[in-house]
C-alpha cells in the first residue's frame, strides 16, 4: 500500500465540482507538509494548492486555482482534501498528492512522496 493514496477524480461540465481526497499514512501526515500538483499531458507539472504541516495550515494556492480551489485537513482522518469548484476545461489534468518534509511550493523535486494520480477532466 502507498503512502499517499488519492480518489475522487472523474469527469464534470465546466463550472461543475470535484473533491480529490489524499489518504496519508500517519507518520506522514504528522510531520510533513502536503499538497496537490496536476500535470496536463504535454506539460510541466503545475503546484496546485498545499498546507503545511502541524497546527497552522496556512494554505496556498497557484495563481490558476485561487479562489476556485480549497485545500483542507481532516486530522482525525490523516487525509488532505481538494475542494475544485467552478471547474474550467483548463482544469482537466491528472492530479498528484505530494508531501514533503521541506517542501518548497512549486518545486516538485522537494517533495518526498507521491500518490498514484487522479485524473479530472472537465468538458463539455
Known amino acids: 500500500q502507498g503512502q499517499l493514496v488519492e480518489s475522487g477524480g472523474g469527469s464534470v461540465q465546466p463550472g461543475g465540482s470535484l473533491r480529490l481526497s489524499c489518504v496519508a499514512s500517519?507518520?506522514?501526515?504528522?510531520?510533513?507538509?502536503m499538497g496537490w500538483y496536476r500535470q496536463a499531458p504535454g506539460r510541466q507539472r503545475e503546484w496546485v494548492a498545499g498546507?503545511?504541516?502541524?497546527?497552522?495550515?496556512?494554505?496556498t494556492y497557484g495563481a490558476a486555482v485561487r479562489g476556485r480551489f480549497t485545500i483542507s485537513k481532516d486530522r482525525a482522518k490523516n487525509t488532505i482534501y481538494l475542494q475544485m469548484d467552478r471547474l474550467k476545461v483548463e482544469d482537466t489534468a491528472v492530479y498528484y498528492c505530494?508531501?514533503?518534509?521541506?517542501?518548497?511550493?512549486?518545486?516538485?523535486?522537494?517533495?518526498?512522496?507521491w500518490g498514484q494520480g487522479t485524473q479530472v477532466t472537465v468538458s463539455t
Open positions: 500517519p507518520s506522514i501526515f504528522s510531520n510533513y507538509s
Open positions: 498546507v503545511h504541516k502541524g497546527d497552522s495550515d496556512n494554505p
Open positions: 505530494s508531501a514533503g518534509r521541506f517542501t518548497i511550493w512549486g518545486a516538485p523535486s522537494t517533495d518526498d512522496y
